[in-house]
Antibody, heavy 120, light 109 residues
Framework: EVQLLESGGGLEQPGGSLRLSCAAS????????MNWVRQAPGKGLEWVSA????????NYADSVKGRFTISRDNSKNTLHLQVHSLRAEDTAVYFC?????????????WGQGTLVTVSS | SYVLTQPPSVSVAPGQTARISCGGN??????VHWYQQKSGQAPVLVVY???DRPSGIPERFSGSLSGNTATLTISRVEAGDEADYYC????????????FGTGTKVTVL
């Protein structure tokens, strides 16, 4: 059974940093691209970032480019999102999503999310 | 930036058919996927590659693509289908590989 468990969310001040993690199990992690998707309170889904299975290719939404960094540790089946220069508009539930292939294609499994709140 | 437009809401009586559109520019074949998100839960894939259904998803859920508009159709709607629905477009040629639609709230009357 595929399981994705996010952690690292919390309350952070504007301008601060956080490191989100996603522990994966139930599939061969190193064979699949992975993604972060966020959802602000009461709003729709927003794709944030993707990383290919081997980690060689990364992609970002314009809203986070230059502030967020996606990475993965295939030896530990873990996905990360380092977030810097946080803004109020980054407040959201951040979901980890498994992709269907080695490169981005579509999301076939999701975690339950971790809440990031940016406020002074 | 690229926009995928969905109707904000669709209301349907039990047993009837709900249709949710997703419109954009230059939508290529086999690049649109659909997700169902019930209140307080993570999204679930209901249609991929425009019209294919993952295992475990009822046949009542179907998808299609015509021109630059994708459509999710829910036949014989049940109370349990009440949820938000999002289309997702994949673009292998863009740095922004994914774009979500604006989302549609389906209400079962």
């Amino acid at each position: 059974e595929v399981q994705l468990l996010e952690s690292g969310g919390g309350l952070e001040q504007p301008g601060g940093s956080l490191r989100l993690s996603c522990a994966a199990s139930g599939f061969t992690f190193s064979n699949y691209a992975m993604n972060w998707v966020r959802q602000a309170p009461g709003k729709g889904l927003e794709w944030v970032s993707a990383i290919s299975a081997g980690g060689e290719n990364t992609n970002y939404a314009d809203s986070v480019k230059g502030r967020f960094t996606i990475s993965r540790d295939n030896s530990k089946n873990t996905l990360h999102l380092q977030v810097h220069s946080l803004r109020a508009e980054d407040t959201a539930v951040y979901f980890c999503a498994k992709d269907h292939g080695y490169d981005p294609y579509y999301f076939d499994y999701w975690g339950q999310g971790t809440l990031v709140t940016v406020s002074s | 930036s690229y926009v995928l437009t969905q109707p904000p809401s669709v209301s349907v009586a039990p047993g009837q058919t709900a249709r949710i559109s997703c419109g954009g520019n230059n939508i290529e074949s086999r690049t649109v996927h659909w997700y169902q998100q019930k209140s307080g839960q993570a999204p679930v894939l209901v249609v991929y590659d425009d019209s294919d259904r993952p295992s475990g998803i009822p046949e009542r859920f179907s998808g299609s693509l015509s021109g630059n508009t994708a459509t999710l159709t829910i036949s014989r709607v049940e109370a349990g289908d009440e949820a938000d629905y999002y289309c997702l477009k994949w673009d292998r040629n863009s740095d922004h590989v994914y774009v979500f639609g604006t989302g549609t709230k389906v209400t079962v009357l």
